[in-house]
């Protein structure tokens, strides 16, 4: 019995969030004692496969073709069907990518089979079931998701997850070719290339993450550690009243009651106090963090991670080490 | 001079309860299903680019709008706004038996009505609902009916029987030929639905909307709602935001370490 | 009895609202700085038939009739009250057209004034006499089949931006009619705008004819019957619409304060669990239902085509003031803040005050419902 996780590659890289996958998959064949396999399409991809054994698969079923270098969904979804009606795993996992949602779909609707998007958490119960939690409803309701009789169970996971595991380069696995003839005529919907674009600068209202500043910054000087971390994260940079009063930010970047209501997954207020006419408008932020050296002040009352303490000791601290983190990840990544 | 090549479009659209007002949406104890009272019901707001979008075509290239729903009978009043915006016909596919389906199911019934509807060239859905905001429907209702399918498409440009779209993805977008009749679903940037007008809201009440049964479209009982859905939902549950409030004072290198730390897992790694 | 919308209505009021909230609260802020009309979302309400509400089919226009009027301007004016302002006028310019125009007026005329290719003002008041409408001194005299127009007129919104307009002319001792004027007439002329400290987006100004010759054809209803032109269109359609601006700072009143109250802590809990607050609130909401009740209920009577200007005066009266209350007490929820500029009670409370003398003072409301109060005894 196995469980499949489709191997996203792109450019001839695999994608983060299949790694992530692995890891995840990789608690779950254990538990169940199903073999793990990762299945891989792609052009001249053969040497990903030895990077998806290091990182937990048992198997790769790799299948090679010039029209597939591309993600194409109907060859894609075709091939990835007939694999499944032939092994029969027992469940098949995709990252919740943009190609993950495409493609997933529609092989599930070829097996008649069930699948559950944007999976947050997924366990095995005492049937050998995948229960998948999926958020609805815009997060403020779970469900938890189940495909009792047809197989395989599959589902789309959210990538971040799961942590993508250590690569065990030692590790050995096996690679199964699969030869599968593809004609210009299957690709209906055919993707003809693939354009990369550096992140815009998103409005406030649309950024994932915001840090922001305030009175406690003192100083354009000052508010420069603000405009650092927000660059080290890919953030969008806000502030409140006196931060524009004082020049810091422009009038739309402001947060607040007479200003804009945000709702990121992560907000981080420096040097902010949190009185009222602020905060209005960060309520329904994922997670608040907060860092700011008067203990007594209103925004730890609202925040998920506090740090009371300097923030010119502090920030910097945390800049760098995300810095870090990000060299590390873009060596990676594709 | 544009040449005409009329297009047969076909919107797919859902009645949800309005994104405004989703933090009071409860769930019953007991039964475990959802209370929608008190929110108001609206069209699903991609659903209504996806339906501007087949008005613009229409009016660059001439053809005909149907709009198709699934939904109990109240979701008539979004068939009948999407009237009011534009489309020439509405079909309400409304069943006891389809409720409880999932998105295969969804998908099986929309493809049959689609059929029953007769020849198109393009389907537009919306990329996601907000409520279950799966974006599973449009792949499986492509494959259900048996041609390509794009999703997330931000830019879409119609030459005869092609099209050239530009969808999504997550640092960027890939350019995608497609070749009709296929299936698309479209994100917030492609366009911006239209407000329908005094002429579009009378239009709209001279305009019946249909209703399908599931005999109506030739979906069996078996196929229909709960048995005919792969998955179900054995559990649901209220998330309720309360601040953690976790503080910690401590030299600033260890402070920015715990930050750091939990950082990194609330953005996933 | 029935207090329910149809479902046409109910979709009316949809649009309206999306359009209010979607295109024009991002100019709100610009609106009340400048003061100037935002003539694209004027335009923006004729292409959605906004204009042509209260004309018939027939001519062009919807004909949805005079609740789904104050539907339109209730929602407008809950964000914006100077555009909902400007809009009751375009149609108060139409309203002579619609109710005493000729065949051949209507036929000549309505079909434009819907789409928005003309649009009129209504320009009766005059330094001599607003109140006192007999007091105005604008003449018409007859020269061969022509009439000759000269007089000032102020305190006329929507004259900068008409082109054409309604102009009520003395033609005999105590005899008046009412002319349609194309503005590029030789010899009429625009004069000031004036510089309101509330109602700031709409444009209300001096326009003044100068032997301006016009046909026996724009001459609207019979000759010397011009003051119950001008009276009934203010009566039926420039009063009320006023009190659908109010209305519609009513319910943003009631909306905000509701919003703050559950926002502002003091004393460790929000100040909407105060009394004091809470009675703040009860006041608004009653004013603003007391208002809804008048204004719609006086709309359905005139969509039955029942004369009611006493109705149409007491609901102007009534929802007017309640928004100068309304709005003041608003400011209060919001304490210090609400008398500052950024925040929007004080921009509610300068428009609402702006509303108190147009379309007649609140004295001239009570003379036009006396009459109907005495007839209450047998």
Redesign the interface.
Known sequence: MELWVYAEQRRGKLVSASLELLGLARGIADKARWALSSVLLGHNVEVLCKELIAHGADRVYLVEHPLLELYQCEPYSRILAKLASEAKPEAILFPHTAVGSDLAPRVAAKLRTGLSAHVVNIELDERRLLRQIVPGFGGSIMAVVLCPERRPQMATIMPGVARKPKPDWSRRGEVIRVEEEVSEEELRARTLELVEEPPEEKPLEEADIVVAGGWGLRSREGFRIVEELAEALSAAVGGTRPALDEGWIKPHQMIGHSGKTIRPKLYIAIGISGEMHHTVGILDSGVIVAVNNDPSAPIFEVCDYGVVGDAFEVIPRLTSMLRELRGAQLKQEP | MVKQVPYELVVCIKQV?D?RF??R?R?NPETKT?IREGVPAVINPLDKHALEEALRIREQHGGRVTVVSMGPLQAEDAC??AL?MGADRAVLITDRRLAGS???AT?LALSKAIRRIGGFDLVLCGAET???????????L???LG??????VFSLALKGREAEAK?????????????LP?VVSVIREINEPR?????G??R??QIPVEKWTIEDIGLSEDEAGIKG???????????E?R????????P??E??????E???S???? | MEFTFTSKQEMLRKAAREFAEREVAPRVQEMDETGEVPMDLVKKMFDLGFGGLLIPQEYGGSGMGHVARMIVIEEISRISPPLGFTLQIVHLGQAPVIYFGSEEQKRKWLPELAKGALIASSAVTEPTGGSDVLGIQTTARKEGDEWVISGRKCFITNAHFSNIHGVLAKTGDREFSYFMVEADRPGVKLGRKEDKFGLRGCVTGEIAFDEVRVPEENLVGSPGKGLRVALASISNVGRPGVAAVALGILRRCLEEAAKYAKERKLYGKPISDLQAIQWKLTDIYMDYQTSWLLVYYAAWLRDQNIRVDAENAMCKLWATEAAVRAAKLLTEVFGAYGVLREYVPQRLLRDAQVLIPSAGTSDIMRVVMARKALEFSP
């Open positions: 309860p994104p989703i933090s949406i769930i959802i009948k706004e009011a999932d998105t295969l998908a907000v409520d279950g905001s799966t974006g599973q429907v449009p792949p499986q492509a494959e259900f041609v390509p399918h794009v999703t997330r969808a999504a993805l997550e640092y960027g977008y890939r350019r995608v030929l497609l070749r296929a407000i329908p007008s005094v002429s809201i009378l709209a009440h859905s792969p998955t179900i939902v054995s559990d649901v549950y209220e998330i935001v601040r953690k409030r976790e503080v910690f004072q401590g600033p290198e402070a920015a370490r715990w930050l750091f939990r950082i990194v609330v953005l996933g790694g």
